[in-house]
């Protein structure tokens, strides 16, 4: 079965730092784009970064040098680091996979992670 | 940047009703690569149609895509119970999505 499985999310003080992880199991995270994408409480949801299979990682303006996403072949995870965190990055984290076939369209979602920037 | 705007943001209907959800993008992208998610409380979202009208894997044919340039339509034939929830529109350009803000189909 192909899957993503979050973790690392959890409480942490303006300007901390937090690593989410994505565990993919059922296919190759090096062999797709993966993303990450958030929602805050009650909002719509937000694209934050993108990592290509050949390694080029690119992000939304509010992730821009305080978030960085990267993976681990060997483990099949994707992790995001998130330093400088602010109120407003409060949300669920979800990976989500671009299909092969699926035209630039994310057809797999793992269930999400909670982060809430609080002091 | 592209944004995309969806309309209405609440659509109250009853079961066996046709729904018509409207996202509408605010420059041409020149490609065809809109999709649509639909989203449960507490759920991630899942794809419903990619390219536009392309419809993915064990999605009901009484979902349909359709549209072209700054204007793009999901048409739910006749809703079903399940079929009450969030939609979203997403929009690839350039190595960065965009998702719209959401239609809410509620039963009326």
């Known amino acids: 079965d192909v899957q993503l499985v979050e973790s690392g999310g959890g409480l942490v003080q303006p300007g901390g730092s937090l690593r989410l992880f994505c565990a993919a199991s059922g296919f190759t995270v090096s062999n797709n784009y993966m993303n990450w994408v958030r929602q805050a409480p009650g909002k719509g949801l937000e694209w934050v970064s993108v990592i290509h299979n050949n390694g080029g990682t690119y992000y939304a303006d509010s992730a821009k040098g305080r978030f960085a996403i990267s993976r681990d072949n060997s483990k099949n995870t994707l992790y995001l680091q998130m330093n400088n965190l602010r109120a407003e990055d409060t949300a669920v984290y979800y990976c989500a996979r671009v299909g092969t076939w699926s035209r630039y369209a994310m057809d797999v979602w793992g269930q999400g992670t909670t982060v809430t920037v609080s002091s | 940047e592209i944004v995309l705007t969806q309309s209405p943001g609440t659509l109250s209907l009853s079961p066996g009703e046709r729904a018509t959800l409207s996202c509408r993008a605010s420059q041409i992208s020149g490609n065809s690569y809109l999709a649509w998610y639909q989203q449960k409380p507490g759920q991630a979202p899942r794809l419903l149609i990619y390219d536009t009208s392309s419809r993915a894997t064990g999605i009901p044919d009484r979902f349909s895509g359709g549209g072209s340039g700054t204007d793009f339509t999901l048409t739910i034939s006749r809703l079903e119970p399940e079929d009450f929830a969030v939609y979203y529109c997403?929009?690839?350009?350039?190595?960065?999505?965009?998702f719209g803000q959401g239609t809410k189909v509620e039963i009326k």
């Open positions: 997403q929009q690839y350009g350039t190595s960065l999505w965009t």
